[in-house]
């Protein structure tokens, strides 16, 4: 009881602390275009936010929405920085995430503090957090749901208030993406093909109708762009075309740190598969369909309709992958490995390795990343001279330079949100030129002319007038190749 209680207590410090760090890294993370998009849905009062989210075509956006149009005006109201205040939620919901194994009774000691450390040091986790868009809500609800599987199959189908509070929880879950009702109905599955009578799974299973009623809503209401429509032939030449191997790596990397990461997580993955397989395998069959669907189902959308691929839209698959490798490792170190100091060396070994310096380059904004870096916006903005305009190549960052060239124009922002007033116009065109509006350049799509002739010129002219920002990965155009150039990272501009 004393060992219990003392664990407990050293978690909650834990939590904590891991909440600053969140918050600390989320007040020194510059906004990302994206997350004006969630701020605009939310204006006005808390009741007019609310009817705006729930009118959208998709439950998308609903249930951050409402976090935010709540806990981020409240957290305004107090004077909490902007930069934290919109993404508080997806702060508290991180932490929640590496937490979630401490209210699991029938989970190990050992099994919670392997879970929590590899939650902590997961750079995906840690980058969605100080991002105020959907994925920490996808990443916690899966979480729930692979709990939530690992409660009903170790307590044997004796309902518990434990299990109820996650199948409440779960119910949420749909209103935050479509994709998170995939870990849901596959949970649904295995609670129906349990040997546990009708009545309890019914208790089990009674709290997700409102969610799945949510989800059969859009499914049959929600009718795609015509545009989208495309033939079997065209989806099987894109499904032909689509660089799987280079997807694969995306992925492993996101799932396991980025750089040669994965060529020690994937094996533990791999083993703890084995393991999990040998202990319970109508567990084990529901973690690898939650995995495996989690990565193909999105995989498989994005070439249909034909849209960009980006590692954040697999992470419902994330949770289960990070079972797997809790899995291997409480195997490999506490029953495989005899001495503690071994096991403990290992452990320490693979903190170091696979956490720790992935976590310091996040940090540090040193490639290679997990989906995005950390945009060095208001760094690039702090290195303007008055007299100086800032070209933000990445098109769809420009709005949000202009919140940093003008100071003012962020607080009036904000203020004016905390009192649920629609923001005021600013024209950004005089500090914030458009290189191209024609393209979007957030992908590498940066064209060597600007259609604005007078912009060319006095580039021409007068470059030490302009400060370029560059996307990391990104060519910067010969025709501004003679002037001063920062990039989204810390590292130099790609000439």
Not at 24 to 31: K, M, R, V
Not at 471 to 476: A, I, K, L, Q
Request: some cysteine; proline content about 6%; hydrophobic content about 50%.
């Amino acid at each position: 009881m004393q060992t219990r209680a003392r664990n407990t207590a050293l978690a909650a410090v834990v939590a904590v602390v891991f909440f600053f760090f969140l918050a600390i890294l989320a007040l020194n993370t510059s906004f990302w275009c994206d997350e004006f998009g969630w701020v605009g849905a939310t204006y006005g009062s808390i009741q007019e936010a609310i009817q705006v989210v729930a009118k959208d075509v998709s439950p998308h956006i609903f249930l951050d929405g409402f976090f935010m149009a709540i806990f981020s005006k409240a957290a305004l109201n107090l004077g909490i920085n902007p930069h934290l205040a919109i993404r508080l939620h997806t702060v508290v919901l991180a932490v929640l995430f590496a937490m979630l194994p401490w209210f699991i009774k029938t989970l190990s000691h050992r099994e919670r503090w392997i879970w929590t450390g590899w939650a902590i040091l997961n750079c995906a986790l840690v980058r969605m957090a100080v991002n105020s868009r959907p994925y920490a809500s996808i990443l916690f609800f899966s979480a729930v749901a692979l709990f939530a599987a690992i409660e009903f199959s170790r307590s044997k189908g004796v309902f518990s208030r434990i299990a109820l509070v996650l199948s409440i929880l779960l119910t949420l879950g749909p209103l935050t993406h479509v994709y998170v009702m995939m870990p849901i109905t596959l949970y649904a599955v295995l609670v129906l093909a349990s040997r546990t009578d009708l009545k309890s799974k019914l208790k089990f299973l009674a709290p997700l109708l409102p969610g799945v009623l949510v989800c059969f809503w859009w499914f049959v209401f929600f009718k795609p762009h015509s545009y989208l429509a495309v033939s079997w032939n065209e989806l099987f030449s894109r499904l032909m075309a689509t660089p799987w191997l280079d997807y694969a790596r995306q992925i492993l990397g996101g799932f396991s740190n980025p750089g040669k990461r994965s060529l020690i997580v994937a094996p533990l993955v791999g083993y703890g598969i084995f393991i999990q397989w040998k202990k319970d395998k109508r567990l084990c069959l529901f973690l690898m369909a939650a995995l495996f669907s989690g990565i193909a189902v999105p995989l498989y959308l994005d070439r249909k309709y034909n849209y960009f691929f980006v590692p954040r839209q697999t992470f419902t698959a994330l949770p289960f992958w990070g079972w797997f490798v809790v899995v291997a490792l409480d195997q490999i170190c506490f029953s495989k490995i005899r001495r503690p100091a071994v096991s403990t060396a290992v452990l320490a070994m693979l903190t170091l390795v696979v956490g720790l310096i992935p976590l310091y380059r996040l940090i540090e904004n040193i490639p290679p990343f997990v989906d995005q870096p950390r945009l060095k916006l208001r760094e690039a903005v702090a290195q303007l001279k008055p007299d100086q305009k800032l070209i933000v190549l990445s098109s769809c960052n420009r709005s949000t330079a202009g919140l940093y060239v003008y100071p003012d124009y962020m607080k009036e922002m904000f203020e004016r949100y905390r009192k649920g007033q629609p923001p005021e116009e600013r024209p950004t065109e005089e500090r914030v030129p458009f290189w191209d509006s024609s393209s979007l350049t957030c992908f590498g799509n940066i064209p060597e002319n600007s259609p604005d002739a007078e912009l060319m010129k006095e580039v021409q002219s007068h470059p030490e007038r302009f400060l370029v920002l560059a996307p990391f990965d990104v060519r910067v155009p010969s025709r501004l190749r003679h002037v001063e150039c920062v990039s989204e990272i810390n590292g130099p501009c790609v000439r």
